[in-house]
């Protein structure tokens, strides 16, 4: 791969995409300063673009029993486990924001086991990697112990359900070779930034 | 689990579901004779039902170099890895209709290397593959092995989007335990089926 | 291999067959209709041929605790994780059969944790994944916990027993490339077959 | 397990075996000045023992284009990978014995890849071990290969059956927890043992 | 473990030392401003600190083929897969220092096939993790391989003896729960730093 | 590798070499009657020999609450699951010598879980195996459960460091393909050795 570049696959210009992709790039770019490369990557088939986002958005963004931060918890974990260079680096910026700690993220991406996170986070995570990495063996005896750690069914589908669409991001991320911007690596790192 | 519950989540009742998701819901059950268990069991959360569909359609049902038997194809050999009923049975049923082969799913399904398909399937399915249990290794070295069995740049984004959005279905499959329908075991089996 | 051979090893013709081993294959075609090509492949070796049998028979058609059905259930399910299509397809069918049940030796081959079985079935097959997969790790306590549940010492061994046979069993399978019977696949799907 | 008990499961007495098996084992103590454990835990089951005796002699006993020694060398260094100790040592002493040589059983029970043998006799254990571990990855090319360094259809057949059959034979002294007589371990180390 | 405490270990007062120790803990927190963790944790055991420190400095201050900088790469990338935070989060720093670069530690840490690296280095690290992960596979064909991107003979041993000195320190960091300073987080990553 | 050659790298002649190693060398074959390989492939590096065999004696001489049978259990057991020829068939000596025991060696190197121990014995064994294997899942309840077998702080830390200076051995003996000196082979294997 050419240094630097965003994608394996052709990157299309803001001005070929279709008015509602351009619409969200430019909404993204205007709340962050610039645009995540998953949005220019996958811009390449705007029909799975928009599917990506609203599931991701469906995910991430909606209300429930789970703070934003930790759901973040859950993308960096199992991103580092699955090796998912844009995944880690974009997501733990968005943990060390959402979280207002500078720490977590890299903590989490290299051994969740030994972050600074609460018992029930670690409970969380464990079920997460399990959905990442061996969901076949998923059992109630699973459920029961979310339950006795007080997460709810609607916790444990977020939770089940963020750790199965990072499965699917972080295998687009390695299968673009997705290049991070090199501005997240250091977003939430120093106080107030 | 309780015998014969197509999920371990809530499942609602169609008359509860949003009018879009109920009518999909109703052409499906029009077109196949039954409602596949997937559409019940992810309804439970009409946002992420709706972006669920549109990623699959977006692979599944447009034009491309990869047939439709292919895909799918792709879809059992790596189900099958990923150890997912549901995604085995259903999809081993649309294959068998697909390719009007009444032995291939099975043989897919357990061991694709001595499947009945050609050199090239063989090289799409072992991408596909690496895609689904070792994203993370995917080097230009694929890439280009890939060109020379004569798959195109959008040839590959097919074989690992459709890779890597099964990993996501697979692992939610998994999670709230779907029941595949009675009926699909059989799909397919008999001529003029 | 050539499409549809039996066996990537020399297959003998009937009549250079030994006549104990003739016969043996005679009544079996007598009794299913064909033969099914385990009998043709390894008869390349014929005191091979006469050993596998009679150790087949010793397991499978013994009396005992295990019904015939829970014995086929264990080679569908060990067959499955060692990717052997020839086990998987032949005694899949077979267990539909001995268990009339047309459902159950496709969720087994896939994952058998999710299977319609009981949870002592459920017990039974732990054990014999153990025993097929990590056998160097079965402990005193693998016992105790089936006792527990019932099994008797011979039970125990009628399991383990099963599990190791058919680890040389998908072995040969796999180094042969042997090709199940197309019969098979439909066997036992159809009430009344 | 008790110390040095022989087998989890009864061992039977001498005199309440069949004559065959006990004759059997007779002519082993007159050979060897000893009974190897494995004929007194196998004897358990009298038609299996048969079978699995008749099984090992018709591949180690047999005239063909590997030397007994080599197929000792196959034994060792599967039954080193598949940690079955019972194997290891009683086939450790036989191969010291066969080659004349007091140092190649441990070597090749640790790490054949830097035992000292021949480089075809590297490609033999390579596909040995292929086919003890990941059978179903076989494929032609690792036929090719094999011919390739002159190993005839039958001895690539010998090969892949001797690495099954011990398949079996580790998990039936994994599951026994079968032990290796004391004898075995001194055996083959001093010359004009 | 208690939150923010350097090792699950007991940890000595600076205080109680043998003074070689404390000079050198002493003369380390003069140059960096701060004394890293892993000096107070394997200060409990003095005569190991000496070895592990006589070690590292062994392979990681001396002249050689291999810059500095090539030699963290080599501990991130090996550290990341054995999921070591201490070795991660401090050696990450280091690299970022040595290589004034501020994205590739983070890179390496999660993916080395997709960071910012020369093939040559990729070669380098392809190594360094197979010593790390897969040891006894190592070949001559390996060595040559290593030679034919001209590293020598020499270099060979410095990237296989840094993956196998790290091997041990990220067992050590993991056993005691080693804590990473919170200076090193920040370190190397802007510029002037 | 030429046969019988001791490393894959240059090995110094023993006047080639600093005093101080030439003297160790030299006392080592006073007491022992030979020059084990270790000391002479080592040498090629003095710095890293020094670093090595001070860590080594660190661990493996002093006083503590493990026998140093114990010790050695723990480096053959490792050893053997690391595929390391050199430290099975040397240690395995060691072992049989402080034992006084001519089989465990050989037990332990092939699979610890049916070794002739006592039940702690194999409670320090599974936590040696943990670090040596997995060390990124140590966690507190590992250390609890050592502790209610009886290990002390003291203990617990001596047994992960011989594992882990053992991951470090086992590496550099396969790195340079170390080959064990003949005489280890037998010794300890016959009484009044």
């Not at 469906?58 to 974990?77: C, F, N, P, S, Y």
């Not at 199992?78 to 060390?96: D, K």
Request: with cysteine.
């Amino acid at each position: 791969m050419a240094d630097n570049q965003i994608s394996r696959f052709p990157v299309p210009e803001l001005k070929e995409l279709p008015e509602d992709i351009r619409d969200r790039i430019l909404a993204v770019q205007e709340k962050s300063g610039f645009v995540p490369n998953v949005f220019l990557a996958l811009a390449h088939r705007p029909d799975e673009f928009r599917a990506f986002f609203a599931y991701h958005d469906a995910l991430m963004e909606k209300e429930g029993g789970l703070t934003k931060g930790e759901r973040e918890m859950i993308v960096v974990t199992t991103s580092g486990l699955n090796q998912c260079i844009y995944c880690v680096v974009a997501h733990g910026a968005i943990l060390r924001i959402r979280e207002k700690n500078s720490l977590l993220a890299d903590q989490l991406a290299t051994n969740y086991r030994k972050a600074d996170i609460t018992p029930r986070q670690k409970v969380m995570l464990d079920f997460a990697v399990k959905v990442s990495l061996n969901a076949y063996e998923i059992s109630e005896s699973d459920i029961e112990k979310m339950h006795q750690h007080g997460f709810s069914v609607e916790d444990i589908w977020d939770i089940g359900a963020i750790a199965a669409f990072f499965s699917l991001s972080n295998r687009m991320a390695n299968l673009t070779s997705m290049r991070p911007n090199d501005e997240f690596y250091l977003l939430g790192r120093i106080a107030k930034d």
